[in-house]
């Protein structure tokens, strides 16, 4: 998904005042400040407010926190593609098909990267206190780093997502989603296909958690 981000980048308008490019990689940096911000706000504020209305302690139960953070990178894939959406009609009402960049700033990417960083703050880190919180007490370090390996397989499908939706969409001399020329492709296509599939996996992930029975644990209210 980061790659895509940056190809997106890529197309755009980098320049910050007359003499300076930022690189499209670069702007992952409000990835990083978003979650710099959104977990002190969640400990300081939604936590508080959440725990009025949920009367648990930490506010949500851990698969509450991952749930919707699941939402929120669905909602995030929504922002990706209008904003695809918004710079492909911007290509073709000013033919810039074969423009290298085009002008529309790389700003507007910023949105996005703020939802991410939102969205790692609910269900990585939810997902690392419940592997830790729920594993057996003797399997706690290898149930954390099982958690994290769970990132590394999330790279990997998505790289074979990629390649599968290329060989489809290349067929019949077709340039496909992705083809190197972005302004000719349809990437907002596949952000809706992601959309659709983070959809799937939080129903699924609402199917399953719902039979999922909390392991005690000593000082736990509610």
């Not at 911007?90 to 969205?119: A, K, T």
């Not at 099982?146 to 939706?165: D, E, F, M």
């Not at 001399?173 to 972005?182: A, F, H, K």
């Not at 996996?201 to 609402?206: I, M, P, R, S, W």
Request: hydrophobic residues 45%; contains cysteine; glycine residues 8%.
């Amino acid at each position: 998904m980061s790659t895509l981000f940056v190809l997106q980048g890529n197309t755009m308008d980098q320049h910050m005042g007359p003499n300076f490019r930022i690189p499209s990689a670069s702007l992952s940096l409000f990835d990083t400040l978003s979650v710099i911000f959104w977990t002190p706000v969640y400990d300081r504020i939604i936590v508080q407010i959440a725990r009025k209305y949920t009367g648990h302690e930490r506010g949500f139960t851990q698969l509450q926190r991952m749930g919707i953070g699941l939402v929120l990178s669905t909602i995030a894939m929504i922002v990706v593609g209008i904003l695809e959406v918004i710079r492909l009609n911007y290509v073709r009402r000013h033919n810039y098909y074969d423009l290298e960049y085009i002008p529309m700033s790389i700003f507007w990417q910023v949105p996005q990267y703020f939802i991410v960083g939102c969205v790692e703050v609910f269900t990585v880190i939810g997902q690392v206190e419940f592997f830790y919180d729920q594993a057996p007490d003797a399997m706690r370090g290898l149930c954390s780093a099982l958690a994290l390996t769970t990132v590394a397989l999330g790279n990997y499908l998505s790289t074979l997502l990629v390649t599968i939706v290329n060989n489809l969409t290349t067929k019949n001399g077709n340039l496909g989603w992705i083809p190197d020329n972005m302004n000719r492709g349809h990437l907002d296509y596949f952000y809706w296909l992601l959309a659709i599939l983070s959809l799937l996996n939080f129903l699924v992930y609402l199917w399953i958690s719902k039979s999922y029975t909390y392991k005690k644990v000593a000082g736990r209210l509610g």
